[in-house]
């Protein structure tokens, strides 16, 4: 049983660049929930994504946006990138209508904005 | 809004030994669940226990065990007979019925000596 997937697993962009990244939930699970960890700190929530929908959002600007897709999968994009933008990038999934076991995660995306 | 603090930020206790960690909350919600996630340098978050705040049983996992405490909203954890593999940061979390932004905290380093 696949757990989930992030691709890729490091970064590197130039400040002023866009960046995609790409995550797959665990089977069976159709909810995925984004995080931006920085430095030293505990995760942040980016938002959150359900049946192609943004569902829910954490206090993070407009330059980072997110799509689903009918499988699941689900991608963060981020725009007019910024040496703070720097930070490893989660991707949780769960599954709704279940019981709450907390979220499964993934292995996260390492981004160094130069 | 609700806030986690881990008010320790690095800790070490020797292998087989019992160490405690910390977290207090703040919330207006009565209904909600608490976490404890487990992050090796692998970078991938491992739960390794929740609680119901609507159950007053503490929960236990193997060697990891929380003392929650909904009226002073603290929700420590503990690991018996440490092993060198508890090595790891590790993260109190919380998560609303209401609300899918997983809320963490800081984080406590945790070093297993032999």
């Known amino acids: 049983d696949a757990g989930v997937t992030q691709s890729p697993t490091h970064l590197i962009k130039t400040r002023g660049q866009q960046v995609t990244l790409r995550c797959s939930p665990k089977?069976?699970?159709?909810?995925v929930s984004w995080y931006q960890q920085a430095l030293g700190q505990g995760p942040q929530f980016i938002f959150q994504?359900?049946?192609?929908?943004?569902?829910q959002r954490g206090n993070f600007p407009d330059r980072f946006s997110g799509h689903q897709f009918p499988n699941y999968s689900s991608e963060l994009n981020v725009n007019a990138l910024l040496l703070g933008d720097s930070a490893l990038y989660l991707c949780?999934?769960?599954?709704?209508?279940?019981?709450?076991?907390?979220?499964?995660f993934g292995s996260g995306t390492r981004l160094t904005v130069v | 809004a609700q806030t986690v603090t881990q008010s320790q930020p690095e800790m070490s206790v020797q292998e087989a030994e019992t160490v405690t960690l910390s977290c207090t909350y703040d919330?207006?919600?009565?209904?909600?669940?608490l976490f404890w996630y487990k992050q090796p340098p692998s970078r991938q978050m491992i739960l390794v226990i929740r609680?119901?705040?609507?159950?007053?049983q503490n929960a236990t996992e193997n060697r990891f065990s929380v003392n929650f405490q909904k009226a002073a909203k603290s929700f420590s954890l503990k690991i018996s007979d440490s092993q060198l593999g508890d090595t790891a940061m590790y993260f109190c979390?919380?998560?609303?019925?209401?609300?899918?932004?997983?809320?963490f905290g800081a984080g406590t380093r945790l070093t297993v000596k032999p």
């Open positions: 609680q119901e705040a609507y159950k007053q």
């Open positions: 089977s069976g699970h159709d909810t």
């Open positions: 919330t207006s919600e009565n209904n909600y669940y």
């Open positions: 994504y359900y049946e192609e929908e943004e569902r």
């Open positions: 979390a919380f998560l609303s019925y209401n609300n899918n932004d997983m809320r």
């Open positions: 949780a999934s769960s599954f709704q209508g279940g019981d709450v076991y907390g979220y499964t």
